[in-house]
């Protein structure tokens, strides 16, 4: 594929583009559904194409085709190089892109254990084991609905500025979803994932059965033991997973650079973050967001991104302070940086737009013992069942799944559904103590017109929130 990719992009200078750039995508995989231990039937996954994006006098077009020869990757030039000059006539200013340092490399993603060379029987045993171990606990749950998928993914990407990047990234995911019930009432673990950039290794060492398990056994404790939360300002310890949503939700879609200038507005929302936020407190000093796509075997993981340019860990939040946005070429000439690797295609047929991919609380000094201890009225939230935000990101609201009450510095019984409804710089500002372990949560981000669902993770570490309000459903 490299000489038709090259071609694209030689074709597009010769019709006088500015800067081209052609993507090669490749994916091929399987997925397998289970529904209350019957198999549901296997999915083949086998997609390519070629993806091209131009500027000329300062317009933008992109087009894209999956039938792989010169002549149709030529009709595919030519329509963006005329849907970039159409755009060039009607824009008030023209789109320039910063300056970046491009490499020639290739990188992987390893397999120990390659599932390709695994049957669909064996991969259907993977569900089996989750339908056996949740069925052992004795605890009815009479909707069992359970994912396999696996792809393999190929790029070769090429600009008119010297990149020349190519990468085959491995994807493997569990999914569940399991409805309790119990004593005549109902409760939910909707659309559980586990998920990993590499082998089928990674699926069974995380061991998603136990997840499953711990989940079924939560949710019949709730409905046999949960008790009304307290209502009014308590105190609020946040595990990873709810971290994670928070920081996705609250801080990652807002410092995406395009809805801040507003390209998003009419589509995915707009963002309370302005440029001139650079630099302003946005929490406490206990905070500290990561957004890094180069940690080894995440389910967003990538070191190039699909501009070309090189990844590394960006800090949307320091010590409370708002240090970085995410950006790729356009939006960083518009602050006059350099991209920090951040612009992300689903397909071959998608043009690379500014995402996230793996966010997270960073760590901090506390064991998780210690920031219970401290709180003499407040609840523990372990897991959410919903959560809403406005277009704006900045009024949110996130409903507790599996959650306890804290007394005196110990966790008790279960609570239901507490609500935490607040502001995203009252929700960082009060934070007064982070721990010291990480963890992980796999999602789909969605973003875009047409949309584009992105493998993300989203996590950190628990973290305490002071005197915020909570309050019953």
């Known amino acids: ?11 597009a200078l010769e019709l006088g583009a500015s800067y081209a750039e052609a993507r090669f995508e490749e994916k091929n995989g399987t997925s397998l559904a289970m529904k209350n231990g019957n198999p549901e039937g296997l999915s083949i996954i086998a997609e390519r194409g070629i993806g091209v994006r131009v500027l000329v006098d300062g317009g933008m077009g992109f087009a894209s085709t999956n039938v792989l020869t010169k002549e149709s990757v030529s009709e595919a030039v030519k329509k963006a190089v005329k849907l970039a000059k159409a755009a060039s006539k009607v824009r008030n200013e023209p789109i320039v892109f ?53 792809q393999l993914w190929k790029k070769i990407f090429i600009n008119s500025e010297g990149a020349y990047v190519k990468s085959k990234i491995p994807r493997v995911s569990i999914t569940y979803n399991l409805v309790v019930f119990e004593n005549g009432q109902m409760e939910q673990a909707p659309f559980v994932q ?38 009014g300002k308590v105190d609020l310890v946040i595990s990873p997973e709810v971290a994670g949503i928070a920081v996705h939700e609250s801080v990652g879609h807002p410092y995406e650079a395009d809805r801040i200038f507003g390209r998003e507005a009419a589509q995915a929302g707009e ?48 010590d409370g302070i708002i240090t970085e946005f ?36 960073a760590p901090g000094d506390y064991s998780f013992e210690e920031l219970i201890e401290e709180v003499k009225l407040g609840v523990y939230m372990v897991s959410f069942n919903e959560w809403n935000i406005d277009d704006r990101r900045y009024q949110q609201r996130y409903i507790g799944r599996e959650a306890y009450l804290i007394e005196n510095g110990e966790i008790k019984h279960p609570v239901r559904r507490p609500i935490l409804e607040i502001t995203t710089r009252a929700l960082w500002s009060s934070v007064d103590a982070v721990g010291k372990e990480v963890e992980f949560f796999p999602g789909t981000c969605g973003k ?26």
Do not use: C
């Not at 389910?299 to 949307?316: I, Q, S, T």
């Not at 875009?448 to 459903?473: K, T």
């Open 326 to 361: 995410l950006t790729n070429r356009e939006y960083a000439a518009k602050l006059g940086q350099r991209s920090n690797a951040s612009a992300r295609a689903i397909n071959y047929n998608r043009e690379p737009i500014v995402r996230m991919a793996n966010t997270y609380l």
């Open 271 to 318: 963002s309370f973050v302005k440029p001139d936020m650079l630099g302003e407190r946005i929490g406490s000093e206990a905070v500290t967001v990561i957004e890094d796509p180069t940690i080894p075997n995440s389910w967003g993981f990538y070191l190039y991104d699909d501009e070309g340019v090189k990844a590394r860990p960006r800090y949307l939040i320091k």
């Open 98 to 150: 910063s300056e970046e340092d491009f490499h020639r490399v290739s990188y992987k993603v390893k397999m120990k254990k390659d599932f390709r060379d695994v049957s669909p029987e064996e991969k259907l045993e993977l569900l089996r084991k989750i339908e056996e171990d949740v069925k052992a606990t004795g605890v009815n749950v009479p909707m069992r609905y359970l994912g396999y998928s696996d």
């Open 1 to 11: 594929m490299h000489e038709l990719v090259e071609f694209a992009v030689e074709k």
């Open 194 to 231: 586990r998920a990993f950039s590499g082998g089928l290794e990674l699926i069974e060492k995380d061991e998603p059965w136990s997840w499953a398990v711990k989940d079924v056994q939560a949710l019949k404790k709730l409905i046999y033991e949960g008790q009304k939360p307290p209502e």
């Open 448 to 473: 875009g017109e047409p949309g584009q669902g992105v493998p993300v993770w989203m996590g950190g570490a628990h973290a305490r929130l002071r005197d915020i309000p909570l309050r019953r459903p």
